[in-house]
């Protein structure tokens, strides 16, 4: 089992930048696919990008690619989530989440392990 825990959320101004982080704890983070999501109000949770385990493969939602950049430090046991150029529609809830089971990377299955989530509010 693996526990999350997000951080850098925040207040910005449309085109601003932010990072967040997903701390892990437990079983070893290197052994996991980690997703960062989002869910705004009255909207469905979305995946906006992916890592694999080995880091080596990413995957972006046509909604962030080119402005948002996830990666991982596997001796910190955390994964970033880089956003640039932030919108006013970006505003959300943003979780992480973790995945033991191998499937393809743009699928939003199997994510057994879920952060508290972190807010972040763009203003316009």
């Known amino acids: 089992q693996v526990q999350l825990v997000e951080s850098g959320g925040g207040l910005v101004q449309a085109g601003g930048s932010l990072r967040l982080s997903c701390a892990a704890s437990?079983?070893?983070?290197?052994?996991?696919?980690v997703g960062w999501f989002r869910q705004a109000p009255g909207k469905e949770r979305e995946i906006l990008a992916s890592?694999?385990?080995?880091?080596?493969?990413?995957y972006y939602s046509e909604s962030v690619k080119s402005r948002f950049t996830i990666s991982r430090n596997s001796a910190k046991n955390t994964v970033y989530l880089q956003m640039d150029s932030l919108k006013p529609e970006d505003t959300a809830v943003y979780y992480c989440?973790?995945?033991?089971?191998?499937?393809?990377?743009?699928?939003?299955?199997?994510?057994?392990?879920w952060g508290q989530g972190t807010q972040v509010t763009v203003s316009s």
């Open positions: 989440a973790a995945r033991y089971r191998i499937v393809l990377l743009p699928s939003t299955a199997g994510y057994d392990y």
């Open positions: 437990g079983r070893t983070f290197d052994s996991y696919d």
């Open positions: 890592i694999s385990r080995t880091g080596d493969n990413r």
